[in-house]
């Protein structure tokens, strides 16, 4: 990295740049790679040229917020006719990944694409409404202090009520419920959920 580019990071970027160059070292070191590495070697073999494999003329694309805007580049290269993105940009989980739908109609235009028409599923059938009105209480929270972060859609809703959820504040009122105090009236098996930070 030239010298004058290095010196404007400030600290912590320059940390994270020098993690970077030891990570891509260790991986030159054992001949490996990763996923964006396949992502961006297809791409370059790619570049100039059509995809001429196999036809793919339509892809549906699951937990979109999961993946990099290059993997979402190399997918509608591959695609002949149409792609379907399905995804909610309020459960990503990959780490580095800032996905909205808004950044997706970008990169859809830069690949000579037209406009997708962005379709809200807003009745959730895997939950209850007392659990999706904990979830979109939490969500309200993102749009407010972080509105670059996540899209703002419509909240989801449900038909069934469902049992009002228990928000404990501290690990060990967890491990209170958990083993039980003759007083906790909380069965634990597969209709149960526990949410935790990570």
């Not at 009520?161 to 039980?180: D, R, W």
Request: glycine share 6%.
């Amino acid at each position: 990295m030239p010298r004058n580019i290095y010196l404007e990071m400030n600290k912590e970027g320059a940390a994270v740049y020098q993690l970077f160059t030891k990570y891509e070292a260790w991986k030159r070191e054992i001949k490996g790679f990763d996923f964006m590495d396949l992502v961006n070697h297809v791409l370059r073999e790619l570049q100039g040229i059509s995809y001429r494999s196999t036809p793919i003329h339509f892809m549906l694309v699951d937990e979109v917020q999961d993946l990099t805007p290059a993997a979402l580049k190399l997918l509608l290269k591959v695609t002949e006719q149409n792609v379907y993105f399905a995804g909610d940009t309020a459960q990503t989980i990959a780490k580095g990944v800032g996905f909205r739908f808004s950044d997706l109609k970008q990169l859809l235009n830069l690949n000579e694409f037209q406009t997708p028409k962005l379709m809200q599923l807003t009745v959730n059938f895997r939950s209850h409404n007392n659990i999706l009105t904990l979830a979109n209480s939490l969500i309200s929270a993102l749009e407010l202090f972080f509105p670059s972060t996540i899209d703002k859609l419509r909240k989801e809703r449900s038909e069934v009520v469902g049992l009002k959820p228990i928000v404990l504040n501290v690990v060990e009122s967890l491990f209170y419920v958990l083993k039980g105090s003759g007083r906790s009236k909380a069965e634990f098996g597969c209709d149960q959920v526990i949410i935790v930070r990570d």
